[in-house]
T-cell receptor, first 114, second 109 residues
Framework: GAVVSQHPSRVICKSGTSVKIECRSL??????MFWYRQFPKQSLMLMAT?????????EQGVEKDKFLINHASLTLSTLTVTSAHPEDSSFYIC??????????FGSGTRLTVV | RKEVEQDPGPFNVPEGATVAFNCTYS??????FFWYRQDCRKEPKLLMS???SGNEDGRFTAQLNRASQYISLLIRDSKLSDSATYLC??????????FGKGTTLSVSS
């Protein structure tokens, strides 16, 4: 089956620093990766869609200069939260599509900015 | 208007109860429909896809009404382990999944 490995699972960082979150497809090639954010008691909100080898497409209201997405290979997509602030504290999760298996999610990253 | 709307609950039911969740979606171009389950601080997991003809998986029955843009999930004989948040999800082929806010279910003994 399709597996997406996401890490770190939890990170605490100081305000103003940057945090990188990685998602790797372990046994398939993920040409497209979706990045979501979930605040407490809220739904998963799509932040951006990343396609291997091209620029990510960001949803309205998501700052592309703050949330840097890189999808340089078919098995790795990264999300970097730059100059993080407490309001960026959230649950970040990636998802990839594999033909025949549908959508597979990473296990999520809980970011706390202090 | 949000793309996918659900009653957030919570639904508090005793073991053995039958509970129904409803969901509406706004995009008539939506092609695929799902119910996901999310446990606290975990990633969502696919519970079942939803088809126009309705489909059943054990104690779970899902229904779709495209004309009304309405999706439902029925859980029979609730178990303690059914306690979770149930997410109504729609999408168009190849695009990102669009999630509802979720309905929280708490089953007690």
């Amino acid at each position: 089956g399709a597996v997406v490995s996401q890490h770190p699972s939890r990170v605490i960082c100081k305000s103003g620093t940057s945090v990188k979150i990685e998602c790797r497809s372990l046994d398939f090639q993920a040409t497209t990766m979706f990045w979501y954010r979930q605040f407490p008691k809220q739904s998963l909100m799509l932040m951006a869609t990343s396609n291997e080898g091209s620029k990510a497409t960001y949803e309205q209201g998501v700052e592309k200069d703050k949330f840097l997405i890189n999808h340089a290979s078919l098995t790795l997509s990264t999300l970097t939260v730059t100059s993080a602030h407490p309001e960026d504290s959230s649950f970040y999760i990636c998802s990839a599509i594999q033909s025949g298996y549908g959508y597979t999610f990473g296990s999520g990253t809980r970011l706390t900015v202090v | 208007r949000k793309e996918v709307e659900q009653d957030p609950g919570p639904f508090n039911v005793p073991e053995g109860a039958t509970v129904a969740f409803n969901c509406t979606y706004s995009n008539s171009a939506s092609q695929s429909f799902f119910w996901y389950r999310q446990d606290c601080r975990k990633e969502p997991k696919l519970l079942m896809s939803v088809y126009s003809s309705g489909n059943e998986d054990g104690r779970f029955t899902a229904q779709l009404n495209r004309a009304s843009q309405y999706i439902s999930l029925l859980i029979r004989d609730s178990k303690l382990s059914d306690s979770a948040t149930y997410l109504c999800v729609v999408n168009q082929a190849g695009t990102a999944l669009i999630f509802g806010k979720g309905t929280t279910l708490s089953v007690s003994s």
